[in-house]
């Protein structure tokens, strides 16, 4: 089926397919539109829908380049296409709470009134969709950009998991992923003022592709209380330093245990060693977050904490009054 939709298709774009599935009467296509502006794009979408009306129930096209296409032709920041200020929140380590707490801080802010997008830039490992309660629901293109799925929480979103069927294998290389970045970053995210972008672990190609295309505003970074946390963490805070990212702070994650029987706090990994590399390192303390059973069960439902009430939505909403705080004073 997918080679007789290829054939139907014209050469250029045939050219161009990466992926072609047809599942319940949809087709999906992926192409490769590197090196095409815009106005390109857009044509070569519009041909392809043309060339399958009626072969199947329903088209969806994904165009991804490797290359941000070039804006105009003058150089310099003006030149730049006016978009959302893009907040990058990262870890050195995998596993410290970045996804959750992006979510959370998305719908925080979504609470505070700011219009907020939420890109969960993991390509490999996609949680936002859990995590907003968005799975399922896939992802439309218009003119060759992504239109983001909406969630339940005011904060709109683009993971790959809006594109691929769940467990879907993504063996893509460095520039297809930081196509498959650019793409998601590129939607149409209308009116939205900040973007959150969760990032993947560490100080790979995604990462690399944040600074040096997508230009974030500032950084927040997330870290465990235990030292390798910290390490990583004082790793991560120094890549977006050297890449021109301010560091809007630092968030210390799963400080403290909150006990779901009888409320009282312990600390199995310790307390306060990131306000303290913090202050070492000489970027803000943005604050913490408890470990606490209901906020992974909440991720897990799909019902991010900060949309609730109670102590732990309150944390969520204080972190999100500092970056708001941030976003005011550095217009
Ligand atoms: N404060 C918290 N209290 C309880 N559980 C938490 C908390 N923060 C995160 N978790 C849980 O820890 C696990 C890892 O969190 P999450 O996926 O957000 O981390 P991550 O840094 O994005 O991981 P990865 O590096 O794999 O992307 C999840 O099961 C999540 O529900
Ligand atoms: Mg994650």
């Known amino acids: 089926m997918g080679e007789d939709l290829k054939a139907l298709l014209r050469p250029d774009a045939a050219a161009r397919v990466q992926s072609l599935r047809v599942a319940e009467g949809r087709a999906t296509l992926v192409l490769d539109a ?10 070569m ?13 329903e088209v969806r096209v994904a165009m991804m380049a490797d290359k941000a296409e070039p ?9 730049a296409p006016k978009g959302p200020r893009i907040i990058a929140v990262g870890s050195g380590k995998g596993g410290v709470g970045k996804s959750t707490l992006s979510a959370n801080l998305a719908v925080a802010l979504a609470r505070m009134g700011r219009r907020v997008g939420l890109v969960d830039a993991d390509i490999y490992g996609p949680s936002q969709a859990r995590l907003l309660g968005t799975e399922g629901q896939r992802a439309t293109a218009h003119e060759g950009r992504l239109v983001p799925v909406e969630s339940r929480w005011g904060v709109p979103a683009l993971s790959m998991a809006h ?14 992923i930081s196509g498959a970045l650019l793409q998601l970053v590129e ?16 100080t790979g190609d995604v990462q690399l592709t944040m600074l040096q295309r997508c230009k974030p505003a500032g950084a927040v970074i997330v870290s465990t209380p235990q030292d390798l946390a910290l390490i990583d963490a004082t790793r991560a805070v120094e890549l977006f330093e050297k890449g ?7 968030v210390e994650n799963m400080a403290g ?8 706090v312990s600390d199995p990994f310790g307390c306060g060693g990131a306000e303290a590399s913090a202050q070492e390192m000489g970027v803000p303390f943005l604050g913490r977050i408890p470990l606490d059973i209901a906020i992974r069960r909440e991720g897990d439902a799909g019902t991010p904490t900060a949309a609730g009430t109670g102590p732990q939505a309150d944390a969520f909403t204080a972190l999100a009054a500092g970056v708001a705080a941030w976003l005011d004073a550095n217009p």
Do not use: F, M
Not at 71 to 79: K, R, V
Not at 257 to 264: D, N, R, T, V
């Open 34 to 43: 590197t090196g095409l502006d815009a106005a390109a794009r857009a044509a």
């Open 45 to 57: 979408e519009a041909g392809v829908r043309e060339a399958l009306a009626g072969k199947v129930g």
């Open 71 to 79: 804006s105009t032709t003058t150089n310099g920041p003006a030149a």
């Open 163 to 176: 594109l691929s069927n769940a467990g879907q294998a993504i063996a893509w290389r460095g520039p297809k």
């Open 187 to 202: 939607g149409h995210w209308d009116g939205a003022e900040v973007l959150i972008v969760d990032l993947p672990p560490g």
């Open 244 to 250: 021109g990212v301010p560091v809007i702070g630092v």
């Open 257 to 264: 245990y909150a006990c779901p029987h009888c409320g009282e």
